[in-house]
């Protein structure tokens, strides 16, 4: 016999979202004013995107911001924290957080070649060597990323102190490799990779962090994976008791991150066409700060991957912009933690006025 809820009930036992607050009548409809808030808050940083664009290019000399050459720069530039922050959107959403993408970055571009150049320097296949090392930045940057899981997990450790303890660790680390000196001989491949323009407006780095973003935007809002992600970081304990293995969820949640820090890292190697022991310096606070701006939510359940996008195009339009218009590059410091607290202040306003 088919079982029968309470009109107000879905099967699972939440209240309908048209369920008045005891499961009866419906509440009475919002005002315009306040749906409309509701509706600006999921789009108002694209305008932010937009104006920031137009004031830009008319402030800089002769409107250079819309040059073929400046968006080059804009995107190439944000390739470098872009896939960071795709990675980084699902930590977030599960209510964490990863300090270790930017030293992952930097030590898998390291690692890697130092490996490309070893195995060059014994045979001339390249394209063997370029597989080979993005197979090493791939696979040590899943492997640093399962370690933090499963410390966070197992030990129930905070993932701000796990992480940061693996900042510290591996962020020291390039410079014990190659006496802290840049690796210069890379195969040709992996450079070509960073200098190959497609239709004279994008580089195929850029091409590849877009599907990157694209493959993982539908893993995150088309799957179950994605489901559970926003299910761990709404409610954990509603999580576990509906019967989702939240450990194991959240270790493959930090080795997707740390998958993507390698992948980076080969992008970044590419872009500079050498391996450089700085890299990927401060890149994790970049790429908390576009997640942030995007609209994810830092005690989780919330974050869209365009938003990310967004964020992330926000922040490296800051840094070309200021240039561009003559001002200090430390102004792009101030004005992108101004902007993160704008990002979460509106969004503290906009969930009031949604609780009316």
């Known amino acids: 016999m088919a079982t029968k809820f309470p009109a107000a009930l879905s099967p699972t036992g939440s209240v309908s979202p048209n369920a008045g607050p005891e499961g009866g009548a419906p509440p009475p409809r919002r005002s315009a004013a306040l749906r409309g808030v509701d509706r600006i808050g999921d789009f108002w940083i694209v305008g932010v995107l937009i104006v920031m664009v137009v004031a830009f290019g008319l402030k800089s000399p002769d409107h250079d911001l819309f040059t073929r050459a400046s968006w080059l720069n804009t995107s190439d530039y944000a390739v470098e924290f872009l896939i960071l922050a795709v990675g980084e959107t699902f930590v977030i959403i599960t209510g964490g957080i990863d300090l270790s993408v930017g030293a992952t970055l930097g030590f898998t571009g390291m690692v890697s070649g130092a490996v490309m150049q070893s195995m060059l320097n014994g045979h001339d296949n390249s394209l063997l060597t370029t597989v080979v ?37 591996i962020g020291a680390a390039p410079a014990l490799i190659n006496g802290g000196n840049e690796i210069a001989t890379l195969p040709s491949q992996l450079t070509t990779i960073g200098s190959t323009e497609i239709g004279g407006w994008i580089y195929v780095t850029v091409v590849i962090a877009g599907a990157v973003c694209i493959c993982m935007g539908f893993v995150l809002h088309r799957t179950r994976f994605g489901l559970r992600t926003y299910a761990i970081g709404s409610n954990n304990l509603g999580a576990r008791r509906a019967g989702i293995n939240v450990d194991a969820h959240l270790v493959r949640v930090y080795t997707i991150s740390g998958v993507l820090g390698g992948l980076a890292g080969m992008m970044v190697t590419a872009n500079l066409s050498v391996a450089a022991p700085l890299a990927g310096t401060n890149d994790e606070m970049n790429a908390i700060a576009a997640v942030v701006i995007g609209g994810a939510s830092l005690f989780g359940g919330r974050g869209h991957m365009l938003g990310t996008v967004v964020g992330t195009f926000i922040i490296a339009l800051l840094v070309t912009g200021l240039v561009l218009v003559g001002v200090s590059g430390s102004w792009q410091q101030v004005a992108t933690g101004i902007i993160i607290v704008a990002a979460v202040a509106v969004d503290q306003v906009r969930l009031r006025l949604a609780e009316r």
Do not use: W
Request: glycine content about 14%; cysteine-free; proline content about 5%.
């Open 133 to 169: 090392g993005f197979a090493v930045a791939l696979l040590l940057g899943a492997a640093i990323g399962f370690v933090n899981g499963y410390l966070i997990t197992r030990l129930k450790l905070p993932p701000f102190i796990v992480t940061l303890g693996s900042l510290t660790a």
